[in-house]
């Protein structure tokens, strides 16, 4: 069985029950968007199916197509199957982690129901497991374990309310073709509520003794991944032993190959009682950590392939060539790309497949994001002037001189573009009128990109001083680092985050400038940070990506580039992207540091990409503005 065959989502499913007269054949359409190839999975109430998306006609993105078919008699039963459905749908749209499939569409059409769900390449662990001559090896199902422990412990830490998977087991675990794994069929996952009794479901010889009862909580979870890696390590199926009986069967009387270590983690999981197992996955993961410790599987699975991707998957969608460097970051409007060069030129390029539509030549380079605001799209250039064009016709609407080169990239608030020059001031220019309103001289460059929150502005200076101002122009407080700020600061939940070329990542209180934490880094760093659930995410010329929690400083992860990181990280959904001046664009899982892909260009890059209707543009020294799906 190949690996598209492999992709069961459909373990929940009654096995054998599904007429192939009921199936959907190759080539018909769902919704006038998803394009079906072939059945990949079959179930009780439906098939499942790997299908085109052809909302992206100029790649060939593919995902999977869950069906459910309701031939229930009784009206109730009928309900129920659907109310169970749209369970799934609901559940899996809260949910966003690296090791659970992302949900991309849910509709009803002639009476079945679908999920369209990110499609996973690769194998289950049944399957890995019945292809090899003898149990799996220590180290591999080591890895998986703690990749494991980490998505339950998301799961359980679900908020409002915990997420109770109920059925883990081999054929429920996929590892993707990456060798990472992925937790799939939330069919009868299940929102926790303490005290509450749910139906005894679950699968035979994966599932503690209180799921029988109708009781179950994280810790059958617990349990159920215990089960599962013994049945890695031992290859004996517990659904054909007496339940239960796990004691009676330790992992090295079948396997003296696997660590007392392992074994004595495997043994806690699957205790009949429950206070006598792990009482969280976060702690199993430190057990499985410290003992991969111990024995040296940590410092093997820490190199090996199954933890490294490539760009071998990662094509261009489309690419635009400018004359010269891209040093700037791209923008959207209005369904263009907006990018200038320097070449001198600002471009307008179709988002959708990268042809040219307009240019705009000044006389300088052109190192800022384009902004927008009432029709317009506002940018600076190294000609010592801040243009403001017609965004859709690339006609100049007006331009206002500076008395240095204008660095910094624009923020509209208000009516009105605040941005700064090479010649200290940052100025305020109404969008109607291009009148000056008011500019601040900070006594040296500003090409930190103002941020704008509870109408107060907030930017840094070559001089090391963080400004807090309101739109009048006065001056509120300001922050002193040792060396030059360069970064766009950011506000999250009433702290300010920004680096400095004093190797420092500062939080600051918002509304008084007060040192809230600082952060050392090896090196001084441009980049402007960014905010995904309580981590701070930025780069560092020591060529580090770090991840910081946002209210302690504790660094949760690092990741090495090849060289320094001066562009600024984008988080969309559950990854990271960040360029870095190897000519690398990486992506990252934001909560692990994971390296999921990286993408190379042909020159430095220097900005932060964006994302717009699942396409990611990013530009490069190579002159190369380009557009990936993530």
Request: aromatic share 12%; with cysteine.
């Amino acid at each position: 069985m190949d690996s598209v065959e492999a992709h069961r989502i459909t373990q929940s499913f009654s096995p054998g029950q599904g007429g192939q007269e009921t199936q959907l054949q190759p080539g018909s359409m769902l919704a006038n968007r998803y394009l079906i190839q072939e059945v990949i999975g079959i179930g009780g109430m439906g098939s499942v199916y790997r299908a085109r998306d052809l909302h992206f006609p100029n790649v060939v993105k593919l995902v999977a197509v869950k069906e459910m078919i309701n031939q229930a008699r009784d009206s109730q039963i009928r309900q129920t199957i659907v109310q169970n459905f749209e369970r799934e749908a609901n559940i899996l749209a809260t949910l966003n982690h690296p090791s659970i499939p992302r949900i991309f569409d849910y509709f009803t059409h002639d009476e079945r129901s679908y999920l369209v769900l990110e499609y996973i390449n690769g194998k289950d662990l049944e399957e890995i497991l019945s292809e090899s001559p003898g149990p799996l090896p220590e180290d591999r199902v080591v890895a998986w374990a703690i990749e494991l422990c980490d998505v339950l412990a998301y799961l359980h830490n679900h908020k409002p309310e915990p997420i109770i998977f109920r059925d883990m087991k081999p054929s429920n675990v996929m590892v993707n073709q990456d060798g990472h794994i992925v937790l799939i069929d939330f069919g009868i996952a299940k929102m926790f509520r303490a005290g509450q009794k749910g139906t005894m479901i679950g699968t035979e010889g994966y599932s503690p003794p209180e799921q029988y009862r109708g009781e179950a909580t994280p810790l059958a979870d617990i349990y159920a991944l215990g089960a599962t890696l013994h049945h890695l390590l031992t290859k004996r199926d517990p659904r054909i032993e007496t339940p239960f009986t796990f004691n009676e069967r330790p992992v090295r009387k079948f396997n003296p190959s696997v660590s007392p270590e392992l074994e004595a983690i495997i043994n806690t999981a699957v205790q009949y009682n429950p206070q006598d197992r792990f009482q969280s996955a976060e702690e199993m993961k430190e057990a499985l950590l410290n003992a991969a410790r111990k024995t040296g599987v940590l410092s093997r699975i820490a190199t090996k392939s199954l933890l490294i991707s490539s760009e071998e998957n990662t094509k261009p969608l489309w690419t635009f060539e400018c004359e010269d460097e891209i040093r700037g970051g791209p923008a959207f409007e209005n369904g263009l790309i907006y990018v200038g060069s320097y070449d001198n030129n600002l471009y307008a390029v179709d988002a959708t497949d990268g042809k040219f539509v307009w240019k705009f030549p000044t006389e300088g380079g052109i190192v800022t994001r384009p902004a927008f605001g009432e029709g317009l799209v506002i940018f600076g250039s190294e000609d010592h002037r801040i243009y403001a064009l017609n965004s859709r016709s690339g006609k100049i609407a007006w331009t206002y001189p500076t008395e240095g080169p204008a660095r910094g990239s624009p923020k509209i608030a208000e009516g009105h573009a605040f941005v700064g020059s090479d010649d200290g001031f940052l100025y305020a220019i109404n969008l109607t009128s291009s009148r000056l309103v008011w500019k601040y001289d900070t006594g040296g460059p500003v090409r930190s990109t103002p941020f704008i929150a509870n109408d107060l502005i907030f930017f840094g200076s070559e001089t090391g001083d963080l400004f807090c101002m309101d739109f009048r122009g006065a001056v509120k407080w300001r922050f002193k680092a040792k060396r030059a700020i360069y970064s766009s600061p950011l506000v999250v939940k009433g702290s300010l985050f920004f680096t400095s070329l004093d190797s420092i990542l500062y939080s600051v209180d918002a509304r008084t400038g007060w040192a809230i934490w600082r952060f050392r880094m090896g090196k001084g760093s441009v980049s402007s940070p960014c905010n995904v659930e309580n981590y701070i995410i930025v780069g560092s010329a020591d060529g580090f990506i770090y991840c910081v929690d946002g209210g302690t400083s504790k660094e949760i992860w690092r990741f090495k580039t090849d060289h320094q990181v001066s562009g600024s990280p984008l988080v969309y959904r559950d990854s990271v992207y960040c360029g870095a001046a190897d000519g690398n664009l990486y992506c990252l899982e934001y909560r692990t540091g994971r390296l999921r892909w990286k993408f190379s260009t042909g020159g430095a890059i220097t900005s932060a990409p964006i994302v717009y209707n699942d396409i990611l543009y990013v530009g490069s020294a190579d002159h190369i503005l380009y557009a990936l799906i993530p």
